[in-house]
């Protein structure tokens, strides 16, 4: 949509990308059975006899599943359809229990809305056509069978949404930041777990380019892309190869590619000629589905505070900038960390510091997520960053006391004063306070001078250089432990 | 106490309740019946054991001192029900063999009453047919004459309920399937509203007008059924209505406002739609229903002249419908899962091609392939959202009737039963004889067949009667009126009585 001055053609082509993205409602049942949906159970452990379409077995709506439905067109600005009707998409595959697949296809519960995110610093919206629930199939399994397929219908009637946007994307990374934004979305109001390599999160990303103004071009549909990785690899090697067809004089053909993630490049599972059929008509065992106004307002009612909505909040409350705000609303988890670790603190600055740094590369090292409990908790950070702030110790010191932290896990304490009282039980064990006898200091800094009578010579030369040097020496002198301000102040003193 | 084939429903389970015979007896004794009979071709399934074990849980209940208007008795379902304790086909070689892990709802609720299943009815294969001879397990003969058929699509259970097999069986209804082989066959059936009975559990041909119901000697008996069967399912049938359960019996004893005991219909106003008694219906049954609506302005009754301009629309529009919904509903059976699947085939398209060209019979074949096109891209507008569009207004038209009217009445049929063999390559002549009965069925009203008589050949012949939605009890207290006054319904095919 917001396509600014910085010109995104490639090769001339202007890159045109629209997204299917089927997200698995994180129901307990299924979306018309009342079987289980757990993941990864033995083949056909979790398929009841209305999922594996045993004859007179019909299916009755999951309410649940509509309910999120609900909040993610809620979450999205969209309009929840009072009613939509549930169809049968028609045709015949040996995971298809049924022959049909329920879906819906004239009227959606989910129309319209958007998505807003950031693509470096600039603001994006893509559009949503709808979303609409519909049932997933079951798996076919060709590895283990020689000469035969096995089935596991453990997966049919898994409860979907899939959400369809307008062709509004420009570049991979669009799509990229577009699909990231999604998935923040959908796992932060908890309507999905975003598993990807569960499939629980699966894109389809439509992608044609054209010449500027020119009509949109002939799309070719990627399917099933299950990481960011190779959703920006498969964009990008299927624009280059639409381009390269069309510069060599071939017409692109609507078709469906897979990506290949071994060779890196798509290939073609079946093209427009041999596109089914769906002989789509309004399920006649399901009733439309009716959705009360007091019931939208209900589920809006325990609606959590969205990303976008609590970055803005933090920029303006906390006096953070944007980019900070984006990036500590990544996740539910690392929001609430870093909103409690700011509010205990007093110091949303730091406690934004301490979050996007030491705690992010920590949760980086480990693989593991925010909400884990080997991470110190926002309490621990809070009472480190006071001690910071009142100039108990260095920033140094504090980096070490964190460490100790994670090495050696707490018990969760009553309040800030207990966890005050635990930072300074390893502030004292550590020997890490903040040297604040300014006598002491003055011997440390003679001592130094006396010993680099060179940068001090510089320094008096003009040589602002030097004096950093110097008060390296001085900190490392003090094992750290040296107020790095009160270090500055004496030391010019001394050198003046 | 007469044999007890004699017996109804009601009958029997005063005479179990009375101790003058058990549960178990009379299911021996039917079950012999049934063997007896079996040229008929009525009954597909039996499971001794299991009937005796369901039939001596009864006679313990009773021992017990329980009473219900059907504890112990024996009867037989339409082998469109899925049953746990019998084999289920649908008439067709596709599910020959094939074993249910549940029962229907409609099953269970009549087991739960205390009913006793004695096994399985033959019925055309998937609810498709009006003569039942489009059953993979051969024809069922009509017992008032065995050249002739019995009307379908329930023709077994309309055949061994004629032919004192058993006091009633279960039927279900799509256009007609309750309605017409009931009036081929003399005895009484009622579909009722659409979503009454619950349809978990009945292996699905149209979904959107499958209906199940009792078919029994008389409206008592059929109240009695109704009364089990009928009722709320919302958490296994999204169709099924959330409307609580009734009591027919009670219903059909409860006099009318003003009536008298000679005139025990004073003031009920009978439609009669002027499209159900035209040239299309043949003279010797338009005699009889004629003489049965006279008996019922005898009882009171007044005869209104109605219309239903939109009946010849509902043929097509049926057949455009019934056979869309069949064609998606019967795609699961692809020789996957369940069912028949090929000996020999090369590839999985090749599978379902041969499976399929194997097991489906040619009319379940011809309306998979009507439905397939009715649906298909470019087609769906011009006749599948235009036959939707129609049937709304057949329902309108139901509605206008209803304001001048309580009940609709008329032939079930335009004929008489006709001979087996005589329609079986002309499926036109079948889908037009289904003209009375489809407009209801599309409608979703309940609506019953009542015996009236005899016609051509000494068949019998049904008088249909039709109500608005929800007055099962009002159609069921018209029909038992007209019973307490004329004998039609207990005359019994000769060879088939005491």
Not at chain 1, 70 to 78: F, P
Not at chain 1, 366 to 382: C, N, Y
Not at chain 2, 180 to 203: D, L
């Amino acid at each position: 949509m917001s396509n600014t001055s910085k010109s995104l053609l490639v090769q001339g082509y202007e890159v045109v990308i629209g997204f299917e993205t089927h997200a698995q409602l994180a129901t307990q049942s299924k979306i018309f059975s009342r079987a289980p949906t757990a993941f990864g159970a033995e083949p056909n452990t979790q398929a009841c006899a209305v999922d594996l379409a045993l004859p007179g077995t019909l299916p009755v709506m999951n309410q649940g599943a509509v309910e999120l439905a609900i909040r993610l067109g809620l979450a999205l600005g969209s309009h929840i359809a009072e009613q939509s009707v549930f169809a049968r998409k028609n045709y015949f595959y040996p995971d298809l229990p049924k022959g049909y697949q329920i879906s819906q296809f004239e009227i959606p519960v989910v129309q319209g809305g958007e998505v807003g995110f950031f693509l470096g610093d600039e603001k994006k919206t893509v559009r949503l056509v709808r979303a609409h629930l519909e049932e997933d199939a079951g798996k076919s399994l060709h590895e283990d069978f020689i000469g035969q397929s096995g089935i596991d219908l453990n997966r049919a009637g898994t409860p979907l949404l899939e959400i369809v946007t307008e062709p509004d994307m420009r570049s991979s990374a669009e799509a990229v930041a577009y699909a990231k934004e999604l998935h923040k979305i959908v796992t932060w109001i908890g309507i999905c777990d975003g598993n990807m390599q569960e499939g629980s999160f699966r894109c389809d990303a439509n992608v044609s380019v054209r010449k500027p103004g020119a009509p949109l071009g002939t799309r070719r549909e990627i399917k099933n892309l299950n990481s960011f990785k190779f959703m920006q690899q498969a964009i990008d090697y299927e624009i280059r190869w639409q381009i390269e067809e069309i510069e060599d004089g071939r017409a692109i053909q609507q078709a469906t590619v897979l990506f290949d993630p071994d060779t890196g490049e798509t290939r073609a599972m079946r093209t427009k000629e041999d596109a089914a059929d769906y002989r789509y008509f309004p399920d006649p065992d399901l009733p439309p589905l009716v959705i009360a106004r007091d019931w939208v307002e209900q589920v809006r009612a325990g609606m959590p505070e969205l990303p976008r909505q609590m970055a803005e909040r933090f920029a303006r409350e906390f006096e953070l900038s944007d980019y900070d705000a984006t990036t500590l609303t990544q996740t539910k988890g690392m929001a609430r960390y870093f909103e409690a670790a700011a509010l205990a603190s007093g110091k949303p600055k730091l406690a934004a510091n301490w979050v996007m740094g030491e705690v992010a590369a920590l949760l980086n090292k480990q693989q593991v997520s925010i909400d884990d409990v080997e991470v110190p908790g926002p309490m621990q950070l809070a009472a480190l960053i006071r001690r910071v702030s009142d100039g108990t110790i260095s920033n140094s010191g504090a980096k070490s006391a964190f460490q100790e932290l994670v090495a050696n896990q707490r018990k969760s304490l009553e309040d800030l004063a207990q966890y005050l009282a635990d930072v300074d039980a390893i502030i004292e064990a550590k020997g890490l306070k903040q040297m604040n006898d300014t006598g002491a200091l003055e011997k440390i800094i003679d001592e130094v001078m006396a010993a680099n009578a060179e940068n001090v010579a510089q320094f008096r030369a003009g040589k602002e250089k030097a004096f950093n040097a110097l008060v390296g020496q001085v900190m490392k002198a003090s094992k750290g432990k040296a107020n790095p301000q009160q270090v500055n102040d004496v030391l010019r003193q001394k050198l003046q | 106490m007469n044999a007890i084939h004699e017996l109804g429903v009601l009958e029997l389970a005063a005479a179990i309740g009375a101790k003058q015979t058990s549960s178990v007896e009379a299911a021996q004794h039917l079950l012999a019946r049934a063997q007896q009979f079996a040229s008929l071709g009525a009954c597909l399934a039996f499971n001794e054991e299991a009937t005796l074990a369901q039939a001596r849980a009864a006679d313990a209940r009773i021992a017990a001192g329980e009473r219900t208007p059907l504890l112990g008795v024996p009867l037989a379902h339409k082998d469109i029900f899925v049953t746990k304790d019998f084999p289920t086909t649908a008439g067709s070689k596709m599910l020959a063999g094939y074993q249910s892990p549940f029962d229907a709802t409609v099953v269970q609720r009549l087991a739960a009453q205390g009913a006793v299943s004695l096994g399985k009815l033959n019925c055309d294969e998937f609810a498709m047919g009006s003569g039942n001879d489009n059953s993979a397990f051969g024809p069922v003969q009509n017992p008032w004459d065995v050249t002739r058929v019995p009307g379908g699509s329930s023709g077994g259970s309309a055949a061994a309920v004629a032919a004192r097999l058993m006091p009633a069986a279960t039927g279900t209804d799509t256009g007609g399937s309750i309605r017409q082989p009931a009036s081929f066959t003399g005895i009484t059936g009622i579909k009722p509203t659409y979503g009454r009975c619950s349809r978990y559990g009945m292996v699905a041909f149209a979904s959107s007008l499958d209906q199940a119901g009792p078919m029994a000697r008389n409206a008592a008996d059929c109240a009695a059924l109704l009364t089990a069967m009928a009722g709320p399912d919302i958490d296994r049938d999204s169709t099924s209505l959330d409307h609580p359960a009734e009591d027919y019996s009670a219903a059909i004893g409860r006099p009318r406002e003003g009536a008298t005991a000679a005139r025990p219909l004073n003031g009920l106003r009978i439609g009669l739609p002027a499209e159900f008694f035209g040239a299309g219906c043949s003279p010797d049954v338009l005699s009889a229903v004629r003489a049965a609506l006279a008996e019922y302005e005898k009882l009171g009754a007044t005869l209104v002249d109605i219309s239903l301009p939109r009946t010849e629309l509902s043929i097509p529009v049926y057949y455009i419908i019934a056979p869309a919904e069949a064609s998606s509903n019967l795609s699961r059976f692809d020789g996957v899962k369940f069912g028949h699947r090929a000996a020999k085939y090369v590839d999985l398209i090749d599978m379902y091609k041969k499976s399929r060209s194997e097991a489906f019979g040619p009319e379940v074949q011809r309306r998979i392939m009507i439905g397939t096109y009715v649906l298909s891209h470019g087609y769906y507008d011009a006749y599948y959202l235009k036959a939707q569009q129609i049937r709304r207004l057949i329902a309108q038209d139901f509605q206008s009737a209803f304001e001048r009217c309580d009940l609709i009445a008329g032939p079930v049929a335009p004929t008489v039963a006709w001979k087996i063999g005589e329609k079986s390559d002309d499926p036109m002549a079948n889908y037009l004889a289904d003209i009375y009965t489809l407009s209801t069925s599309l409608a979703g009203l309940p609506g019953m067949s009542v015996p009236a008589g005899f016609g051509a050949g000494g068949m019998p012949v049904g008088l249909q009667l039709v109500g608005n939605y929800f007055k099962e009890g009002e159609l069921l207290h018209a029909a038992h009126a007209f019973q307490q006054a004329t004998d039609w319904h207990s005359r019994s095919p000769s060879g088939f009585g005491s």
